[in-house]
């Protein structure tokens, strides 16, 4: 460019302001997760939780949708069953197992016995459903905890709810009493090293 065009140029753009350049931000795109990915990654953070998890996921033999599950450990009072079997107890806890996949109610199943037994609850109560919305039509979810409740040594006992609580789609509960819970009853009926204490 010659001296003469040079000038010429100057002359021409002597009144053009330079435009205020702002930086450039880049931010990746964020894509909202789905309910499915946010229950993955929580599942993934506490692995090391369900370490203890031998929970069985393979074959199970199918309970018909109404049928009546129920389960008492040897050493269960015959009163003490009746009263779980007319839903007498105080429900203390709740899970709810609905539209989860058998490996999700494994895992859920398997925290809420263990939230229980921490927190001393005794009585509780399960809703699995009878299986009318899957594709087979089959009480999935109730076939297996028909099969993996006798498993956990804390359950006492289970029977399928009364109709108010959820009938053949629901189960109470019953759990061993922690030894806190023990302590306390001992004491309430004044027995020290089991023996009553009468003394006044």
């Known amino acids: 460019m010659s001296d003469d065009d040079f000038n010429l140029f100057r002359q021409e ?4 302001i330079p435009l205020q350049q702002k930086p450039l931000w880049l931010h990746p795109t964020r894509t909202r997760s789905t309910p499915g990915q946010d229950y993955r990654r929580e599942a ?14 393979a074959f199970v033999e199918f309970v018909h ?14 009163g003490v069953f009746h009263k779980l079997q007319q839903g007498g107890y105080d429900i203390e806890a709740m899970l709810d197992l609905h539209g989860f996949t058998v490996e999700q ?3 859920e199943l398997f925290r809420f016995i263990a939230d229980c037994l921490h927190h001393d609850v ?13 594709k087979e039509q089959k009480p999935l979810l ?3 905890l028909a099969r993996w ?4 040594p804390e359950v006492m006992a289970f029977h399928s709810a009364r109709k108010f609580h959820g009938g053949a789609g629901a189960v109470y509960l019953l759990l061993r009493k922690s030894e806190k819970q023990k302590q306390k009853t001992r004491e309430a009926l004044g027995i020290t ?8």
Do not use: C
């Not at 090293?193 to 006044?200: L, Q």
């Open 13 to 16: 753009t002597a009144d053009v």
């Open 44 to 57: 993934a953070q506490r692995n090391q939780a369900f370490d203890a998890n031998r929970l069985p996921t």
């Open 65 to 78: 949708p109404e049928a009546i599950i129920s389960f008492r450990r040897d050493g269960i009072q015959h």
């Open 105 to 107: 109610a494994r895992d």
């Open 122 to 134: 005794r009585s509780a109560l399960i809703s699995h459903g009878k299986g009318r919305n899957n």
């Open 142 to 144: 109730k076939s297996y």
């Open 149 to 152: 409740l006798p498993l956990f």
């Open 193 to 200: 090293h089991g023996k009553p204490d009468f003394s006044p």
